[in-house]
């Protein structure tokens, strides 16, 4: 396998994996990740404690050779967070041996054979689906404290419309202005609860939990 990633890209998901893998580890290999082609143009990172398996992709700039390396998670990390901010790439060599290279640096890091891996098992992210009871009952939610507001404030209004009459004859009431701007505000007050759940629909749980 030979391939070429940001290095940026690539400690940010280090980051992200590493935290699942045993320093002090019964069983050696799971201190290792496990990093495989995913595509053209795409690597995938995975690493487990056997209870908990974390899998992430990444863009690759250049796969050359398309495999699979693994090697010590921890290690890894700590040279890729003192890489400066070039390229970085890999190259698997013979016995399981990788070579890392970014700009003047060059690493070599001993690996183990994919089989000795763990079998990880295959699962999917994929965005939440909002059921549409759950749809309706946040716009309910949202909506109707706000309807009430403004049907107390159209009250109020008029209430110190007549007042203002009283003080002052001849001035009107402009009802029509209150009969315009009411579905306004109540349709911009439906949006404002519709937009943030809709939002929320669509986000991947496990970007979320990356984000946390």
């Keep these: 396998m030979q391939f070429v990633i940001a290095r940026n890209a690539l400690q940010k998901e280090l980051a992200f994996v590493q935290g699942i893998v045993e320093r002090k580890n019964t069983i050696p290999v799971l201190a290792n990740i496990l990093i495989e082609s995913a595509g053209e143009d795409s690597i995938r990172i995975s690493g487990t404690d056997l209870d908990v398996t974390i899998r992430c992709d990444a863009d690759a700039q250049e796969i050359s050779t398309q495999g699979a390396i693994c090697v010590p998670a921890r290690k890894l990390f700590d040279i890729a967070r003192l890489l400066p901010d070039a390229p970085v790439s890999f190259r698997k060599e013979e016995n399981e041996w990788v070579t890392v290279e970014c700009d003047r640096s060059k690493f070599r890091l001993p690996g183990v054979s994919k089989e000795t891996f763990p079998e990880l098992p295959g699962f999917k992210s994929t965005p939440m689906k909002l059921p549409a009871s759950v749809l309706k009952m946040i716009l309910r939610q ?5 309807v009430g507001g403004i049907a107390g404030g159209v009250l109020a209004s008029i209430a110190v419309g007549g007042l203002v009459q009283g003080i002052f004859p001849g001035t ?19 949006l404002a609860a519709y937009i943030p759940a809709r939002r929320a629909a669509r986000i991947d749980p496990l970007m979320a939990l990356r984000q946390d």
């Design 142 to 146: 949202g909506t109707l404290p706000s």
């Design 172 to 190: 009107a009431a402009d009802f029509l202005t209150f009969l315009l701007i009411v579905p306004v505000v109540v349709a911009v007050v439906m």
